[in-house]
């Protein structure tokens, strides 16, 4: 079962370079490896997820499986680590990934070249970077994925693209060349860039080398900030995000999530408990980063109306809602926001998709409503008031008690949904991840309920930008639902409607199944505060012993 950890990796990398043998002639087996290679990858993701917890494994319940890919003990060999946190995170990947590889099939694998390839590319690197316990080879999987990311946000062509994807390079070469100084000098004090023994050597290091420390982590941190689109290193996010194309808007939505995911795994592993003076280091920025992120994004939310600047608006808001709970260290706290990671990244993959269907409909192929290039507001006269015959047709006879077409009440209803759980409003599983994290942070101190100004600035910001982005969502479904006519009817084909069926179908299966998700998100966060365990399964892994030979093999090397 260990071999079950690199599966994730090794998947994806063989079916890219499957498909580069095949050539550009022939890209209906691409499709179809593609999509065979994202069902395989969701099944062994969920295979891992349920082996951690499953409690015979060998270790207890919540198992850490350690993989020793060149079988030498860390921490002098590459080490892969399954545990609760890294198996949810290659999971929720895998269910985004199969969604895109299908959506992408339809049409938008065809708008340029090596769109399956570099998709695989991807995925190999942000699994690699999920599971990888080493700081280097955490840079390797990083670069193998931006390389990806690199061709992906310019598939398709264009000149917002190649704009947005300039700023895209640019920044995250800086980023990468931040995390290399990092963890040089980290490297450099302690003598080793495997994460389970940083955190041990972190905490017996001399007084003299603890500024090194902690000023390298600070630049590494720079860097994984950048990533998970921070304030204010995130003025490049919207605008690539938005000009990429749909499915792989949609893959991106991982890309803030994995600066989140390292900057929690590496803040708990180094900066323990247990690691003397040390502790929590850093904790002001990480919560004055989240704030000041949720705060930009709210209000950068409000002031858009066009779909996709939405969507790319709503991943800053789930990032710095996940950075500023982070930061303020609290294990109940910490398992709401896991579980908000899950719905908020399913819902931002669902509505990228979602804005390809709705645009193709109501502008004609067009990625921009042409009201919007225009400056003018499709349901206002030219003296800017209200038109007054909105709801009625071309006869003038009221729209009132007509029968919905399939299309237009898909579009409609997932609208809703996505919008549900975007702004955070019960009954979904957005409502159950920001309460889990509110109730957390009232019963974090012992249950009394006393929480500081850093914890009621997160409370207030938390409503309100729920309330702003639900004004914003709100206004825009009016726009393209209610205020244009419906000249024609969507397109729908079923290779795009299940996609977005399915990740809406995952949220809703959140909400439904809420106990057993929060219960594991909640042995995940009291991994995460006390990781002992997670440094000596990694510490303790042993190597393979070599074969022994037998006699027969014995007797044939004397022969020869």
């Not at 295979?47 to 890919?69: E, H, K, M």
């Not at 990625?367 to 003018?376: C, F, I, K, L, W």
């Not at 219960?519 to 995940?524: K, N, S």
Request: net charge neutral; glycine share 10%.
């Amino acid at each position: 079962m260990p071999h079950l950890v690199a599966v994730p990796i090794l998947v994806p990398m063989l079916t890219a370079a499957l498909m580069l043998l095949l050539g550009e002639n022939r890209r209906r087996a691409k499709s179809a490896l593609s999509v065979v290679s994202g069902l395989v990858g969701l099944l062994a993701a969920l295979a891992l997820l349920r082996w951690v917890n499953a409690p015979d494994t060998g270790g207890g319940p919540g198992s850490i499986g350690v993989y020793l890919p060149g079988n030498w003990r860390a921490p002098f060999g590459i080490v892969l680590v399954a545990d609760r946190l890294s198996t949810m995170m290659v999971a929720l990947t895998g269910v985004i990934a199969f969604a895109a590889s299908i959506y992408s099939t339809s049409r938008w694998d065809r708008a340029g070249v090596h769109f399956h390839p570099l998709l695989q590319l991807q995925l190999m690197g942000l699994n690699g970077a999920f599971l990888t316990g080493d700081l280097f080879n955490l840079f390797v999987f990083f670069e193998v994925m931006l390389a990806a990311s690199y061709g992906l946000l310019l598939h398709g062509s264009g000149r917002l693209r190649v704009q947005a994807g300039l700023h895209y390079i640019a920044i995250n070469l800086a980023a990468s060349s931040l995390f290399l100084i990092g963890a040089a000098i980290l490297y450099g004090v302690t003598g080793t860039l495997n994460m389970a023994d940083l955190g041990m050597r972190i905490a017996e290091l001399a007084p003299g080398d603890r500024g090194l420390v902690h000023a390298a982590t600070a630049i590494l941190f720079t860097a994984f900030f950048a990533k998970a689109g921070a304030w204010p290193l995130n003025f490049w996010l919207v605008p690539a995000y938005s000009s990429a194309v749909s499915p792989v808007g949609a893959v991106f939505a991982l890309l803030t999530k994995l600066g989140v995911y390292t900057v929690l795994r590496l803040w708990t592993v180094l900066f323990a408990p247990d690691t003397g003076a040390s502790v929590a280091f850093g904790q002001p920025v990480l919560v004055g980063a989240g704030i000041a992120t949720l705060f930009v994004a709210a209000f950068g939310i409000l002031g858009t109306q066009r779909l996709s600047n939405l969507a790319g608006f709503s991943v800053l808001i789930s990032a710095g809602t996940l950075l500023a709970a982070v930061g303020l260290g609290q294990p109940a706290v910490w398992a709401g926001a896991l579980f908000y990671l899950l719905s908020s990244t399913l819902a931002v993959s669902a509505f990228f998709l979602l804005i390809d269907m709705i645009e193709r409909w109501r502008n004609a192929g067009m990625s921009v409503a042409p009201h919007e290039a225009a400056g003018t507001a499709p349901f206002l006269a030219e003296d800017l008031s209200a038109l007054s015959d909105v709801n009625l047709d071309d006869d003038a006879q009221a729209l009132y008690g007509r029968a919905i077409p399939a299309g237009v009440a898909f579009l409609g209803l997932s609208f809703m949904i996505c919008t549900l759980l975007l702004t955070g409003l019960p009954p979904l599983s957005g409502f159950v991840g920001k309460f889990a994290m509110l109730s957390g942070l009232m019963n974090g101190s012992g249950g009394s309920g006393v929480i500081g100004t850093t914890g009621w600035t997160f409370l207030v910001l938390l409503i309100a930008s729920g309330f702003l982005a639900l004004i914003a969502l709100s206004r825009t479904g009016i726009r393209h639902f209610w205020t244009q006519p419906h000249g024609n009817l969507p397109s729908l084909p079923a290779l795009e409607v299940l996609p977005v069926a399915g990740l809406i179908a995952a949220c809703i299966a959140l909400t439904v199944w809420a106990e057993p998700v929060m219960r594991h998100a909640l042995a995940t966060a009291e991994g995460l505060r006390a990781p002992t365990a997670y440094r000596a399964a990694v510490m303790e892994a042993r190597q393979v012993p070599n074969p022994v030979p037998t006699a027969k093999a014995e007797g044939k090397a004397g022969a020869q």
